[in-house]
């Protein structure tokens, strides 16, 4: 079954960067779109970026762009966000996961289901 294995979080202070990593397993990687959400306490999840399957198209929410760097490597199939210049509102839990059209990757009532998440915490 489709499995999502999402790490890289941790505290880091404002201004600070961390690289996010999920791990996919359970169906055709190079085939799917990727995508990274987040979730912060008392909020609805948010569409952060996505990333089409050969890795061409890219689409960041614009709360991140600039700031925020999703990659992907279908060789290993894991896809990756690279974090830059946080700020203390980029806190939350984030998650990583896969569509098969690119319409429907900003969208999170269009996933099924959802791997553990890794708790990002922006906070001097």
């Known amino acids: 079954q489709v499995q999502l294995v999402e790490s890289g979080g941790g505290l880091v202070q404002p201004g600070g960067s961390l690289k996010l990593s999920c791990a996919a397993s359970?169906?055709?990687?190079?085939?799917?779109?990727m995508t990274w959400f987040r979730q912060a306490p008392g909020k609805e999840r948010e569409f952060v970026a996505a990333?089409?399957?050969?890795?061409?198209?890219?689409f960041y929410a614009d709360s991140v762009k600039g700031r925020f760097t999703i990659s992907r490597d279908n060789t290993k199939n894991t896809v990756y966000l690279r974090m830059n210049s946080l700020k203390p509102e980029d806190t939350a839990v984030y998650y990583c996961?896969?569509?098969?059209?690119?319409?429907?990757?900003?969208?999170?009532?269009?996933?099924?289901?959802w791997g553990q998440g890794t708790q990002v915490t922006v906070s001097s």
């Open positions: 996961n896969a569509a098969m059209k690119w319409a429907d990757t900003r969208i999170a009532e269009k996933y099924a289901s």
């Open positions: 359970g169906f055709t990687f190079r085939d799917s779109h």
């Open positions: 990333i089409g399957n050969f890795g061409i198209s890219l």
